[in-house]
């Protein structure tokens, strides 16, 4: 059974400072791995999706990495912003799973102005 | 290209009676699964269907019941509700099984009294 663990569960940095986000996960057979934001009381807004063949993907300010034998991904957001703030989902689908998705309980992030 | 929308946004119902949430897919997705997220922990995976056949369900009661219409939207209906059923259902689209990820809508908030 896939477990997914978010270390730490809440962080709170300077604006300006570079965010690290991480992400472990039991089972290494996974088809892709998707790191999502939620704000308070809100639906999902998605970041990036990793698939099983990449090392990492890119995205503006955001850089995610795969390590599928260690079982880790990192979320990396550059020269944070307090609009950054939020909780950030790593959710992780296994090749078994029929679509669903494994989430972790979210990293609660808030950047001080 | 619209996104996932869910209707209602929010809702309060009595122990005991019956909900059903509706949820319109993305364009040209023909993936639909829904997710529980409970306060302060990461969404859990309900059940998916693709082509109007569930195909994949988590560890939900069968008082957890859904549908997927012929263009692709969905509704997920739950029975005799229970205290523990208040949370936010997200709804998530994506094409080919989320071979490409999914988009996640802003959820309905059920609260049960």
């Known amino acids: 059974k896939q477990e997914v663990t978010q270390i730490p569960a809440a962080l709170s940095v300077p604006e300006g400072e570079n965010l690290v986000l991480n992400c472990s996960f039991t089972?290494?057979?996974?088809?892709?791995l998707q790191w999502f934001r939620q704000d308070p009381g809100k639906g999902l807004t998605s970041l990036l999706l990793?698939?099983?063949?990449?090392r990492e993907q890119t995205s503006g300010r955001l850089n995610a990495s795969l390590d599928k034998s260690s079982g880790r991904s990192t979320l990396y957001i550059a020269a944070s912003q307090p609009g950054d703030s939020a909780t950030y989902l790593c959710?992780?689908?296994?090749?078994?799973?029929?679509?669903?998705?494994?989430f972790g309980a979210g990293t609660q992030v808030v950047v001080t102005p | 290209e619209t996104g996932v929308t869910q209707s209602p946004t929010h809702l309060i119902k009595t122990r005991g009676q019956q909900v059903t949430l509706r949820c319109s897919s993305q364009?040209?997705?023909?993936?639909v699964s829904w997710y529980q997220q409970a306060l302060g922990q990461g969404p859990q995976f309900i059940f998916q269907?693709?082509?109007?056949?569930?195909?994949g369900r988590g560890n939900f009661p069968p008082r957890f019941s859904g549908l997927q219409f012929p263009n692709y939207s969905s509704e997920l209906n739950v029975n005799a509700l229970e205290l523990d059923d208040s949370a936010l259902y997200l709804c998530?689209?994506?094409?080919?099984?989320?071979?490409?990820?999914?988009?996640f809508g802003s959820g309905t908030r059920l609260t049960v009294v």
């Open positions: 998530a689209s994506s094409s080919s099984r989320g071979q490409y990820g999914y988009t």
């Open positions: 089972d290494s057979a996974i088809y892709n």
């Open positions: 990793i698939q099983s063949s990449q």
């Open positions: 959710a992780v689908r296994t090749t078994d799973s029929w679509g669903k998705f494994q």
């Open positions: 364009s040209g997705h023909n993936t």
């Open positions: 269907y693709y082509r109007e056949e569930e195909n």
